[in-house]
């Protein structure tokens, strides 16, 4: 399966709030690291990052659906890859329906000869965190 592939299958592991699966597609180390988008910046290890996810699916939090607005943008070498792009998850809060989008970022690395996430880094964009707007000239 390709990182894409494995990213895009953690999604739906999530939409189906399937807690084994879910764990199962990241490394298996205290290393791993997780950026979160919610109101915790960061979580570490698999252990953690289980418990993690084991709250979210028993949460009123219910991922309906994700796409990709942007990318998914892939590389892979050897041992290592990264896929990265812009998503859009469409959520469901007690029977309330959104968006959201986010950037989204994951590095995977092989264990035992599937890619596994080893680090994720899910975040919005701040509207203007400088205060001056864009700085990008037109």
Known sequence: MTPTATVNQ????????????????????EALYVILEGPRLSNRGHANISKGWADF???PISLLSVAWTEGPYEEEVSEMAWVAGIIQ?????????F???FR?????????????IKHEHVSAAHEDPYGIGDWLKK
Not at 10 to 29: M, V
Request: proline share 2%.
């Open 10 to 29: 953690s999604f739906q592991h999530i939409i189906d709030k399937n807690i084994a699966a879910i764990c199962a597609g990241y490394h298996p180390s």
């Open 57 to 59: 699916c028993q949460s």
């Open 104 to 116: 989204a970022t994951f590095v995977l690395t092989q264990n035992n000869g599937q890619w596994k």
């Open 99 to 101: 968006e959201q989008t």
């Open 89 to 97: 998850l469409r959520v469901e809060v007690k029977e309330r329906i």
